[in-house]
């Protein structure tokens, strides 16, 4: 799978982080590096810390402690706001989108931070912030094309299907042009037919723009064709780290899955 | 003339973000601002033009305000008829202590004023949400209704309670008539209006809608929470400001706080919800809606007024409208807008409904 | 110093005429996520068909008696027409509904009887209460007292009937979700129809509290905008709340009219509320006692 690109230095590297919920510790002395252009998959048994893991890499929660080291700087805590600012983009496990805008209008969003226009020229839309409106329309629709949902440009995304929900949401994270990408649960719910187009998209994504992907799920047979490398959690604390076929075999990782949840994949 | 897109193919990003699309929608526009700029001007009375479309501008102008920020930004206002007084008492008087600025000038600034308190009203919005936030906008509301009617110093040192306001002058032509003061209102309107569907068919407009639909979401694509909540405030107590700027210099010709209480507020309330949340021209539609109703009730009540005591109609009033009202939330909770939109759809497709 | 006591003391105790009205909203937020605005024009309704029955003559019980059937009556008929029809939509849209209600009720209540002033008396006197005034020299009224009282007697009631059993197990279950509670078989609308005519009690209560006050006339309506600071201070679903909330309200509204109504200028009651609740719910916005919204992603 990784033939035809280099994966590179760490982008991100996670070091001791904990977070716990009031006497729930969710994580405990996670540690571990997101390399450059390689798709990680997070695994492990429902009620892991796998969701708590990307809020953490996102800013949505703050580590009790522990810190995260992206491009370079350590940062022991962060808005989400900063970490988009950085090149962070993200998916939710149960989609986040925009529910009373159109597709077009939900993908725009993901490029907020690219648009620099203000409130006088938008107001007036002539000139200056109508040609940034084009140019950024632009982007908008070669993502459209790419992730091929141009039929439902002008639907408000409320109306559609799982399925396509799930494809806008990733539209919606490309649009930033993301240097890190962290997809959760991109897969859930899907039909096999829907989840291979997913998987194309993501492979894509990661060959095409070289983009670098974190993703959390639940499907053995998709993380092992997918990944380049896997951790995997359980009760909070890694377990493991490295390539899937090595992962495979792990005892640690064996016991986790028939010990815990038998219904995990 | 059909209503069809079919044929029209567009060619360029800009044909397709275009205000109106399809063509037909630019034609219907073009009808309805022609009716709007020459017709009404020429051919209708001075109670059409005073007494009903004055008001409607205005009010419709007032909406858009409240419809940005409730509407489009998601945030629950009921103070908005104390931004409208802000904008009013702030032009009356610069135009009375700095007579210097021209009228524009001066209707601009007082929105620009209306625009600075609704920030300042707008900070808690970051923290409290919903309901609670709805509640604590009627401390604006009142605490602005109480500022103005214990200051004399906004009230040009008087204490009476109705000021006349200062005779207006729009490039050195000097608005007298009531077909001056509607043309007047109507520009002013025409470009506030245009400049309201820009800001949120744009960037604006996109941010403001995203924090409506899931804050969290927004934050994470780096939007941030309280600067769009902010300018949503701004932009709409701008609009409130302006609009109540103009009630007391081209409709009420006077300046009088009670013109601006908390009824108003739930007026402007009702008319963005009956008219359409997140719509521009529902915002309108709730305007000539909410505007129409109690002259209808009270031309009926008339009819039937020899055998029925003036207090009975009062209260009838205020009944019917009550139903109305809910009856209105229960047929089509989504405004007058939506049921518009629904009819456009039927008839894009009649008569192959399939 | 005994000044400053005694205006504490008799705000306390006003603040509590403002936990009743607020108790009427929290009663039908808790079990509907709604915020009733009508609850003011309830109020008015409860006390002009109160008063109206007595200066017909009909005697103190009996009069309530028919009051309390008439709110429950309005109960009924507003959850059919009003809520039912509206179950599945937004808030807001309910909150707009209740909006329009309010309109309808002030406009029957006046219609059915008049829009005149009425004096009310319930047998309290508005006087100092003597042995305290000879103790300790303070002058606090026999009647703020009595409504107190009243109003804590209401609220433990309340508190009680609404966490006990079968109907206060639905209650809290259609508080938490309706959706969950019409699946599991709660008759959604038999509940809204128990809470909409406990407000109504609540508001009989304070109407007939409020009408000796102030007369019973439209402005007594008002009085649930009093109410409004009180009850997000203490938090929209929370009983015990609204009693700490009117106590703060109440002593907060009259030491800052007492002490800072002659430097800034009078009429500071009209907002004065607002902005200390909009001051604490900086801190805690939810309420001092209200359920937090955890939101997840």
């Known amino acids: 799978m990784t033939n035809g690109k280099s994966i590179g230095d760490t982008l991100l590297r996670v070091d001791d982080v904990s977070v716990s919920f009031g006497a729930v510790a969710a994580l405990t002395d996670v540690s571990f590096e997101i390399r450059e252009r390689e798709i990680l998959a997070i695994i492990g048994p429902n009620g892991a810390g796998k969701t708590t893991m990307l809020n953490v890499l996102n800013g949505v929660y703050q580590p009790d402690h522990g810190t995260m080291t992206f491009n370079d700087r350590t940062y022991t805590r962060m808005r989400p706001s900063e970490a988009a600012e950085h090149g962070i983009a ?56 790419f992730l091929e949902i141009e039929e439902i440009r002008k639907v408000p995304v409320g109306r559609l299907p799982y399925g396509l929900q799930k494809r806008v949401e990733l539209g919606r994270a490309l649009a930033a042009e993301p240097k890190l990408l962290l997809l959760d649960e991109p897969m859930a719910g899907m039909n096999l037919e829907e989840k291979e187009d997913m998987c194309r998209f993501i492979l894509d994504v990661n060959e095409e723009f070289g983009t670098t992907i974190a993703l959390i799920e639940h499907d053995m047979g998709v993380v092992m064709d997918i990944s380049d490398r896997v951790v995997v959690l359980d009760y909070g604390r890694k377990i493991a780290d490295g390539h899937p076929d090595v992962v495979r075999q792990d005892s640690a990782v064996i016991d986790a899955y028939l010990g815990v949840a038998h219904d995990a994949a | 003339m059909l209503y069809r897109e079919a044929g029209q193919f567009k060619t360029s990003y800009d044909a397709d973000m275009a205000i109106f699309p399809i063509a037909q929608d630019r034609w219907g526009m073009i009808a309805i601002v022609v009716i709007a700029v020459v017709i009404i001007p020429l051919f209708t009375s001075d109670y059409i033009m005073g007494s009903l479309m004055i008001p409607f501008l205005i009010w419709g102008l007032s909406a858009i305000g409240l419809n940005i920020l409730t509407g489009y930004a998601g945030q629950l206002s009921l103070g908005h008829g104390g931004f409208m007084a802000v904008g009013g008492f702030a032009a009356y008087n610069l135009a009375v202590r700095v007579p210097e600025i021209p009228i524009l000038g001066t209707f601009i600034i007082a929105g620009l004023i209306a625009a600075a308190v609704g920030v300042v009203f707008g900070l808690p919005s970051l923290r409290i949400k919903g309901f609670y936030l709805a509640v604590t906008t009627l401390a604006a509301q009142f605490f602005i209704e109480w500022v103005f009617a214990n200051f004399p110093w906004f009230t040009g040192g008087t204490m009476s309670m109705t000021l006349d306001t200062p005779s207006m002058v729009v490039f050195g032509y000097a608005i007298e008539s009531t077909r001056d003061h509607y043309l007047l209102t109507l520009g002013i309107v025409l470009v506030l209006t245009l400049a309201a569907k820009n800001m949120v068919r744009s960037q604006l407009g996109r941010a403001w809608m995203a924090i409506r639909d899931m804050d969290v979401a927004a934050e994470v694509i780096g939007i941030r929470p309280l600067r769009t909540k902010l300018t949503a405030f701004a932009v709409s107590s701008f609009y409130a400001g302006v609009a109540g700027a103009l009630y007391a210099f081209a409709f009420l010709k006077s300046l009088d706080i009670t013109a601006y209480d908390l009824f108003r507020s739930f007026l402007v309330l009702f008319m963005i919800i009956i008219g359409g949340l997140g719509s521009i021209l529902g915002s309108f539609l709730g305007a000539a809606f909410i505007i129409l109703l ?60 399939h | 110093m005994l000044f400053a006591l005694e205006v504490a003391i008799s705000g306390l105790l006003s603040g509590i005429m403002y936990s009743l009205v607020a108790l009427g909203f929290v009663l039908i937020f808790k079990a509907s996520g709604v915020f009733n605005f009508a609850q003011g024009a309830m109020v008015l309704c409860a006390a002009l068909t109160f008063v109206r029955l007595l200066e017909l003559g009909v005697p103190f019980w009996i009069a309530a008696g028919i009051t309390l059937i008439v709110m429950m009556v309005l109960a009924v008929v507003i959850e059919r027409i009003v809520l039912r029809p509206l179950v599945n939509q937004p808030l807001i849209i309910l909150f707009m509904a209740t909006i329009g209600l309010n309109f309808f009720l002030e406009g029957l209540a006046q219609g059915v009887w008049d829009a005149q002033v009425h004096g009310l008396q319930l047998g309290i006197d508005d006087l100092p209460w003597e042995p305290l005034a000879n103790s300790t020299g303070m002058l606090i009224s026999i009647f703020d007292l009595s409504a107190a009282l009243i109003c804590g007697v209401l609220v433990a009631s309340l508190g009680v009937f609404f966490h006990k059993g079968r109907i206060g197990r639905a209650l809290r279950a259609v508080a938490d979700d309706h959706q969950a509670a019409m699946a599991v078989g709660i008759p959604l609308q038999h509940i809204w129809a128990i809470v909409w005519a406990a407000a109504g009690i609540v508001a009989l209560v304070a109407g007939a509290l409020w009408g000796q006050r102030l007369g019973v006339q439209f402005s007594i309506s008002l009085v649930a905008l009093k109410a409004l600071p009180v009850l997000i201070l203490g938090g929209l679903n929370s009983i015990s709340g609204v009693i700490v909330g009117g106590l703060l309200i109440g002593a907060g509204e009259k030491l800052a009219e007492v002490y800072l109504g002659p430097i800034i200028g009078g009429g500071i009651e009209n907002w004065f509320a607002y902005l200390l609740a909009m001051v604490f719910l900086l801190f805690k916005p939810y309420g001092l006692f209200g359920e937090e919204i955890i939101e997840r992603v």
Not at chain 1, 115 to 130: R, T, V
Not at chain 2, 341 to 348: D, I
């Open chain 1, 90 to 145: 993200r998916t939710f496990q149960n989609v986040a989108l925009f529910r009373g805008m159109t597709t077009l209008d939900n993908i725009f969003t993901g490029r907020t931070l690219k648009m620099k226009s203000n409130l006088f020229m938008q107001a007036i839309y002539w000139g200056p912030a109508q040609k940034v409106e084009r140019e950024h329309r632009q982007a908008v629709e070669r993502i459209i094309d």
């Open chain 2, 294 to 353: 109690p002259i209808f009730i009270n031309v009926v009540a008339h009819n039937f007024s020899d055998q029925i005591k003036p207090d009975f109609i009062t209260n009838a009033e205020l009944m019917i409208f009550g139903g109305l009202i809910i009856f209105f939330l229960i047929v089509e909770p989504f405004g007058l807008a939506r049921l518009w939109m629904t009819a456009k759809e039927k008839l894009r497709l009649w008569p192959f409904p």
